[in-house]
């Protein structure tokens, strides 16, 4: 039979690693702002350039809004979902809503040169390095 104390420290230990686990999640970091719905993001640097690839679905590109300010990345946007007059909805885990998220850069980028693509309910966004932020090779004398 257990005691109350083990009992206790079982229960602390739990609650430390489900602590330790949405710390290491991301989920207080500083460089992620959001509000509302939260679309998953994966962001990699490729051949020097930053990509960002986004989880959108069910969303009309027209609904999407996005800009670059001093190495921000803003992606807001809603989702609408309707049904014909007269159903009857049975479960609903797709929600409908606004959402409004920020991410920081690791680096400048060239604004004017960044292009999007939006297919299949991913957002591609594909950023140049400014070549003023990109590393220089500095020669010894």
Known sequence: MLSPFTSTLDT?????NAVDQT????LFRENIRSRGLFPPVNIFEQEGNLMIVAELSGMNKD?????IQNKQLRIRGKR???YDKGASVHRAERQPGTFDRTIKLPYQVETDKVTADYQNGLLA???PRAEADRPRQISIN
């Open 12 to 16: 602390l230990l739990a609650l430390q």
């Open 23 to 26: 710390m290491q999640s991301g």
């Open 63 to 67: 609904d999407l809004k996005i800009e």
């Open 80 to 82: 609408e979902i309707g």
């Open 125 to 127: 966004l594909h950023m």
